[in-house]
Antibody, heavy 121, light 110 residues
C-alpha cells in the first residue's frame, strides 16, 4: 500500500534551519509529482511547494519562496524540504502528499501523517 | 486571506443536503479543475472530488462536485454525523503557478 512517512520535524529557533524528509513506499515514486502542504495550529491547509516527477519543475508559495527548497532523490524514494530562515509563522504540521498520476497538480490522493515543526525561541 | 473563498461554516440536520461553495477567479477556477478534500479531526485530509466532479474509488456517491465559471460547489446528500469535518477546495492558479486552497468550511451536522 502507498506510504508516505515524514520525519525531521522538531523545535527550532527563529532564523535557524531544518530539513524535512518524506520516505515513500508502495508505489513507483519516480512517476509522481509530490507536494509539501502544511497546517498551522487552528488554521486551514496551506500549500507550500511542489516538485515534478523528475525534479525538473519546482513551485513554491510566496510565503516560503527564497527560504524553502524542495528536492527529491528518486534513487532513494525520498522527498526533502530544506527550510532556512525559519519564522514563528512557519510553525505547522507539514505533510508530504502525492499527486494523482497523470492528473492536475491540485489532485492529491495520498498523504503522510505529518511532522510537526515548531519555531520558537 | 485565501485566493479561493469558502464560507467559514455550514450546518444541517442528519439526512439533509448541504452545498459548500468555493469562489475564485479567472486564473484559478476559471481555467482549471477544482478538487475537494475532507479533513476529519485527528486524521489526514482525504480527496473527495477531483477534476470538478470525479470521485476516487471508495468515495460514496453522496458526495458530488460541480463547477461553473469561477465557482465550484461540493454537494453532500444524506448527511451523517460522521460527515462533520473541515472541507477544502483546491485548484491550480495558472497566473501564479501555485496550488491554492480555500480557507476551509467547517460542516456541523446538528
Amino acid at each position: 500500500q502507498v506510504q508516505l512517512v515524514e520525519s525531521g520535524g522538531g523545535v527550532v529557533q527563529p532564523g535557524r534551519s531544518l530539513r524535512l524528509s518524506c520516505a515513500a513506499s508502495g508505489f513507483t515514486f519516480n512517476r509522481y509529482a509530490i507536494h509539501w502542504v502544511r497546517q498551522a495550529p487552528g488554521k486551514g491547509l496551506e500549500w507550500v511547494a511542489l516538485i515534478s516527477y523528475d525534479g525538473s519543475d519546482k513551485y513554491y508559495a510566496d510565503s516560503v519562496k527564497g527560504r524553502f527548497t524542495i528536492s527529491r532523490d528518486n534513487s532513494k524514494n525520498t522527498l526533502y524540504m530544506q527550510m532556512n530562515s525559519l519564522r514563528a509563522e512557519d510553525t505547522a504540521v507539514y505533510y508530504c502528499a502525492r499527486t494523482v498520476l497523470y492528473s492536475a497538480y491540485a489532485n492529491v490522493d495520498s498523504w503522510g501523517q505529518g511532522t510537526l515543526v515548531t519555531v520558537s525561541s | 486571506q485565501s485566493v479561493l473563498t469558502q464560507p467559514p461554516s455550514v450546518s444541517a440536520a442528519p439526512g439533509q443536503t448541504v452545498a459548500i461553495s468555493c469562489s475564485g477567479s479567472f486564473s484559478n477556477l476559471g481555467n482549471n479543475y477544482v478538487s475537494w478534500y475532507q479533513h476529519l479531526p485527528g486524521t489526514v485530509p482525504k480527496l473527495l472530488i477531483y477534476d470538478n466532479n470525479r470521485r476516487p474509488s471508495g468515495i460514496p456517491d453522496r458526495f458530488s462536485g460541480s463547477k461553473s465559471g469561477t465557482s465550484g460547489t461540493l454537494g453532500i446528500t444524506g448527511l451523517q454525523t460522521g460527515d462533520e469535518a473541515d472541507y477544502y477546495c483546491a485548484t491550480w492558479d495558472s497566473r501564479l503557478s501555485v496550488v491554492v486552497f480555500g480557507g476551509g468550511t467547517k460542516l456541523t451536522v446538528l
